[in-house]
């Protein structure tokens, strides 16, 4: 029998949903539709009868309250219930899940329905809309394909449902399966790699045709993908941990790896140079790098990209993005404690008019409202705050936006290395194995296109935020109590990644029919590769087997013996009796063809900036203000919760009326320690359409100083890179790639601050046909996110940004260059050209320290670092943050500068701050920065009104706070 | 030692700094997981405070606390009205409160005494639950006058809010008038379909806690703060307690202003110490003396 309860607002309470669906109909210009009701439904199948359901329905599903419900029997319709029946003359629309795609509410439900005493074998969510008819085939297609529903995870079934069953799978028949490809042409090699999703090109598929010839038999399909799996760019990084010719105006250099003889070098080098004072724990090795906190506690930091995903399901893609990450924690060494989130989001801009989003990309506004919605849903069910994060808006991502997912967890030093030994069982914990995600790795490794959101939608992923918190519970337990000797995470490429690189040094049989599933008829390879989440494999010494069971069984988590570690070499797949892979270990992780690339760069052209002729600069600043990268973030920041585990000290939102933009994020990960982390980042992919090198720099200032901003010490910030580029087989774009990887071997020694992980993702480059046939290639602008983790000593000396009183003193620390390349100045008057902004460490290091010193000495009552917008931003910010005024004169920097006012409010020049002194330690400050460039600019009022005068008096800016904040506020301002 | 049950379910996830916050205030705190109190309800005679933190429990999925609630109201019944019988304290935060509420342990607790409404003799008969022996009866849900659904701007909120005890019989609430606290919830919205109950609850002092504005600071222009009452509340209501002020529910996290620190705004304050949001533990473990 199948039921369904149909639950709606009960009369007096808002229809939210079909409110919602109303207001973006019509923002995406479908201006006919008037009315739009909706409600929820749970299809339930199984014995229940229907006094049963009713049952079910009053005391569970709908609540007394806020809800009403109405019952009927599929596919027929008797009803009955306390709800009304819905408005005729309307179409029903009824938004289901495809078959197979995960949904959480339902198996909460089926759990709960069956603890009430009711027979139920199977239940799924259902979201109905009733709305007007005959709208226009155009409107009623946007509606349904744009609003409602999105292809990729879910179908739209019109009418009264006439589903007569939900039941999902069936059994089936065991088949091996072998690709002939022994006797394979170049072509025909090709053509498997593209049709099977493999991505692997033709070296590489000749290197596993020759591999086989020698052992003079053909791969299985699950061979053949799990060595597709692994020599993936998602997991192998072959492209930039590869050979590299390079060359620019003043290099030329060959690569082996070019990874570990940048980034990786700068790293060495800081720890040689460190000596006994070395503080990185583990770098470059583990699935997050570790640096050490306080006492025997250490911390490990890991950013992730979730692009591709995202693209085509943003909710599920940033939502499994975050789950991912997470799992990388607790993964790393033996297990870390996550305690925060960060999170970095690229998008087109919102504002988008919708007719200019090409087939098969969705409009960037419901990419932003689902990704944000998908990290909110993860993040606050793990309770995990939310502390920092940033986005970047440019009309390049639209088709490929860029989603990075960062943790942070801590970790006991002992329980930082792993090793797994022959003989260990091989354990699966948490959630089982579907279809989900089918080709995850090898999808992510490839250019999007129109079809991609057709052909890949087995590649999106829903998560289940409550089955990762129970994993991460109970691993972590099972970890104090030493119960196994290695853990990694299932991502990428599922159990065949994450047993083939634990068994990499061993050897290991699986026994692939063990694994639980979420439905009958997946085929042993599907079970080997899927990508379903929530799953970790730890390695368990057979006398801890029992125990780790019963552990998991006390909270509800599954535990699997899914095989052993064996000290063969090799990796044995079997399903029943049949064994249906054996491949080399050796082979696998070592067998790959080496990857050789051109990389060259050419120096951009340079053209001097023309600077607006005007005397007054007010509209200017309310236009940075305004600009989708400048604007207030609340909008986002609120759905997140950002304190929960309690530590937070220094929040997003900062000031009297928690609005201020908070430069880094700080908390306290233990409560019963006063030390601290400060956590934040840099970007900015507009000065890299200059030069990368610089935008590298400009980057690793950012996420420094805005750390140091809030008050981390200097000496102790790690640092992460995320490489996201376009399409590295063109040899100026991989160029582009090296000269920042090389920039940030230079910086990173410079400033001490060691990388200690890091994440790449190439090809990001959306390919669509326009409505003649044409087809066009849209590559996402350079991006390189910096991540920084520093840490405070007593957070009791943390810094906000919002200006404290009137009477203080303010100063500008740091030098002011003619910098407007980039600049956002630039981009909101389209002015062309200028200098991109430089970094010098031997200025900027000795600020940094100094700064830090004079927070120390308490002497800081509040600091903003100056970025988008220059000073005259970071100025309004900070007044309307605090609430108070500020009068700044800023005759004596010109005078020393020569530079004009437009400038001097708006160059973006790195290694700056704005500071706040109250006047009884300006004397103090002013001797522990004696030997950087300081200036006293002004002072802070009580009038609420920001005014700048320039070189000569000249009154630049008198704005009022209201209109500033009101402007700054207004953009993201979503309801 | 007075002895807190920290009680959680699969998805809470304040139990952790709950715990700690009963500690830090003289209490012996126990993170107890639900399913050991399933199989041992005898276990909860131990203690002297009962605590629902808050959290996802079972991912909210149905609806905020909905499925836990039913664990409360169904096997759990007698256990919990035995408990809530002597003379012992229970507390409820964010997910705990819509738990405690759709449980129907709050705001009178008299309601898990009083016969349930009736089960479908099919449910009774032939089924998992008839089979196992269980007499479980069924209650509350239908016959409940108020609810936490939905905020207002119909997403879920993080910020901080500024309440008011005034006329509240709480022991929780002792010795604060006024206090400012985080909340972080989607579906905190109190509402009630009986008017007439809403005055009784306000007569007898249940209305534990309010939200109200905030002071205006700042150089003499509006200050832009979030709404006083941040998810459109009925009479501004952000927490209730039993006719006794022994069980109080409440949205905001007092377990979330330990410290000085947590405030958003003690940079400017210059707050050091320790935070208003201890007072609240502290008053629970000073009950008993």
């Not at chain 1, 692997?200 to 591999?211: A, P």
């Not at chain 1, 939608?457 to 000797?485: F, H, S």
């Not at chain 2, 199989?39 to 005679?45: A, C, I, Q, T």
Request: proline fraction near 5%; glycine fraction near 10%; charge should be negative.
């Amino acid at each position: 029998m199948l039921w369904e309860v149909e639950i709606a607002p009960a009369p007096g309470q808002t229809d939210r949903e079909g409110e919602r669906v109303l207001a973006e109909s019509r923002l995406l210009g479908a201006g006919t539709v008037q009315q739009v009701c909706s409600a929820k439904s749970f299809l339930i199948e199984g014995t229940a009868d229907r006094a049963q359901v009713e049952f079910a329905a009053s005391e569970l599903l709908a609540d007394p309250v806020a809800e009403r419900f109405v019952i009927r029997s599929l596919p027929a319709a008797e009803e009955t219930g306390n709800g009304e029946q819905r408005t005729t003359g309307l179409q029903l629309l009824n938004v289901l899940y495809k078959p197979g795609v995960t949904d959480n509410v339902a198996s909460s439900t089926q759990h709960a329905l069956n603890a009430l005493g009711l027979n139920v074998d199977a239940v799924s969510t259902c979201r109905k809309y009733w709305l007007d008819t005959g709208l226009a085939g155009d409107e009623q297609r946007l509606i349904e394909r744009r609003v409602l529903s999105n292809e990729a995870i879910e179908r739209i079934l019109p009418g009264p449902l006439q589903l007569e069953t939900i039941a999902l799978g069936s059994a089936r028949e065991f088949e091996l399966k072998t690709w002939p490809i022994r006797q394979m042409s170049d072509p025909e090699l090709e053509q498997l790699s593209t049709r099977g999703q493999l991505y692997l090109d033709l070296t590489e598929m000749q290197t596993i045709q020759q591999h086989f010839r020698t052992l003079d038999r053909d791969p299985t399909d699950a061979e053949l993908e799990t060595i597709a799996q692994t020599w993936s760019e998602h997991c192998s990084h072959k492209t930039l941990a590869g050979r590299i010719h390079y060359q620019d105006d003043q290099r030329d250099i060959r690569f082996e790896n070019m990874l570990r003889e940048t980034i990786f070098a700068a790293t060495q080098t800081i720890r040689q140079l460190a000596g006994d004072e070395d503080w990185c724990v583990s770098v470059f090795k583990d699935n997050a790098g570790i640096v050490t906190f306080e006492g025997d506690e250490c911390v490990c930091f890991k950013v992730e990209t979730h692009n591709h995903p995202s693209a085509i399901e943003p909710y599920g893609g940033a939502n499994t993005g975050i789950g991912g990450v997470i799992r990388d924690s607790l993964g790393t060494g033996l297990g870390a404690r996550p305690v925060c989130n960060t999170d970095i989001f690229c998008f087109a801009p919102p504002d988008m008019p919708p007719e200019r989003v090409p087939e098969g990309a969705l409009h960037p506004r419901a990419v932003a409202a689902g990704v944000v919605a998908g990290v909110r849903d993860y993040g606050n069910r793990m309770g995990i705050p939310t502390v920092n994060g940033s986005v970047f808006f440019d009309e390049r991502y639209l088709g490929n936006p860029l989603v990075y997912c960062g943790n942070v967890a801590m970790i006991p030093r002992r329980y930082c290395e792993k090793k797994v030994n022959p003989g260990d069982l091989i354990v699966s914990l948490g959630g089982r194995t579907g279809r989900d995600g089918i080709h995850g790795a090898t999808f992510s490794s490839t250019g999007l296109t129109q079809e991609s959101e057709m052909l890949s939608g087995g590649a999106v992923q829903i998560g289940n935020a409550i089955t990762e918190k129970m994993v991460a519970d109970v691993l972590l337990e099972a970890r104090d109590r030493g119960l196994y000797t290695a853990v990694t995470d299932c991502g990428a490429g599922g159990f065949s990644s994450a047993v083939g690189e634990m068994g990499e040094d061993t050897g290991a049989e699986v026994w692939l029919e063990r694994a639980p599933l979420k439905y009958a008829g997946l085929s042993y390879t599907e079970i080997w590769i899927s990508e379903a989440q929530e799953r970790m494999v730890v390695s368990v010494p057979p006398e801890h087997e029992a125990e780790i069971i019963a552990l998991c069984a006390e909270e509800g988590v599954e535990a699997t013996v899914l095989g052993r570690f064996t000290d063969t070499g090799r990796l044995v797949l079997k399903y029943h009796e049949h064994q249906v892979a054996d491949l080399s270990m050796d082979f696998l992780h070592n067998g790959r063809p080496p990857v050789v690339r051109t990389a060259t760069y050419t120096p951009a052209k340079t053209s001097r900036l023309m600077l607006p002729a005007k005397n007054r600069f007010d509209q200017e600043l309310l236009q940075i203000l305004g600009s989708w990268n400048v604007c207030s973030r609340e909008w986002i920041i609120r759905q997140y919760d950002h304190e929960v585990q309690a530590g937070s000290v220094v929040k997003p939102l900062v000031g009297v009326g928690h609005d201020g933009p908070s430069d880094a994020a700080v908390i306290r990960p233990d409560l019963t320690s006063d030390r601290g982390l400060v956590i934040s980042n840099g970007m900015n992919p507009l000065y890299g359409e200059i030069d990368t090198w610089w935008m590298a720099a400009s980057a690793i200032d950012e996420a420094i100083r805005n750390c140091v901003a809030t008050g981390a010490d200097p000496s102790r910030i790690a640092l992460l890179d995320n490489f996201c580029w376009g399409r590295t087989s063109n040899p100026e774009v991989l160029g582009s790639l090296v000269r920042a990887a090389i920039a940030c071997q230079e910086f990173a020694v410079a400033f001490n601050s060691p990388f200690i992980s890091g994440k790449d993702s190439l090809n990001n480059e959306f390919d669509w046909k326009d409505d003649s046939g044409n087809v066009h290639s849209q590559a996402i602008p350079s991006t390189l996110l910096i991540s920084a983790l520093g840490q405070i000593e007593d957070v009791g000396l943390a810094v906000t940004m919002d200006l404290k009183a009137s009477g203080n003193q303010v100063y500008l620390l740091g030098a002011t260059k003619d910098e407007l390349g980039g600049s956002h100045l630039a981009l909101v008057c389209g002015l062309q050209g200028g200098e991109v902004p430089r970094v010098n460490p031997d200025v900027a290091v000795p600020l940094f320290h100094g700064l830090h010193a004079a927070m120390r000495q308490q002497l800081v009552r509040s600091c903003h670092d100056l970025s988008e917008g220059g000073l005259a931003v970071a100025a309004a910010e900070m007044a309307f943050a605090g609430g108070l005024g500020l009068e700044l004169d800023l005759s004596a920097l010109a005078a020393e500068t020569e530079l004009a006012d437009v400038v001097l409010l708006f160059s973006e020049s790195n290694s700056r701050f704005l500071v706040e002194v109250e006047p009884q330690h300006c004397e103090a400050f002013e001797a522990a920065l004696e030997a950087v460039p300081l200036f006293r600019l002004g002072t802070v009022t009580d009038d609420p009104t920001l005014r700048i005068t320039g070189g000569n008096g000249t009154l630049r800016i008198d704005s009022a706070l209201a209109a500033l904040r009101e402007a700054w506020k207004a953009p993201l301002n979503w309801s | 030692m007075i002895r807190a049950c920290v009680l959680r379910a699969p998805g809470t996830n304040c139990d952790v700094e709950t715990a700690y916050a009963f500690e830090a205030a003289g209490a012996s705190a126990e993170r107890v997981h639900l399913f050991r109190l399933l199989e041992s309800p005898e276990l909860l005679r131990d203690y002297q405070i009962l605590c629902v933190p808050g959290g996802f429990s079972y991912g909210d999925d149905i609806g905020a606390g909905v499925i836990f609630s039913r664990q409360l109201r169904g096997q759990l019944r007698e256990t919990i009205g035995e408990f809530l019988t002597g003379d012992r304290l229970a507390l409820g935060i964010c997910n705990g409160f819509q738990v405690l509420l759709k449980a129907g342990v709050l705001p009178d607790a008299g309601v898990l005494q009083e016969a349930g409404s009736q089960v479908p003799a099919s449910v009774m008969a032939g089924t998992e639950a008839a089979a196992e022996g269980s007499t479980e009866p069924a209650s509350g849900g239908s016959s409940r006058q108020a609810t936490l659904t939905w905020n207002e701007n119909g997403r879920y909120t993080a910020s901080w809010v500024r309440l008011t005890t005034a006329g509240s019989n709480s022991v929780f609430l002792r010795g604060i008038d006024e206090i400012e606290l985080p909340i972080a919830h989607a579906e905190g919205r109190f509402v009630s379909n009986d008017p007439q109950a809403v005055a009784r609850w306000k007569e007898a002092g249940q209305l534990a806690c309010r939200y109200i504005p905030w002071q205006q600071q700042g150089a003499g222009q509006e200050i832009l703060h979030p709404t006083a009452n941040p998810n459109g509340s009925l009479e501004d209501i952000a927490g209730l307690s039993d006719p006794t002020g022994r069980v109080l529910g409440l949205m905001p996290h007092p377990e979330r202003f330990l410290f000085a620190t947590q405030h958003p705004e003690w940079t400017r304050r210059r707050l050091s110490g320790e935070g208003a949001g201890m007072q609240l533990f502290r008053n629970a473990v000073e009950y008993f003396g």
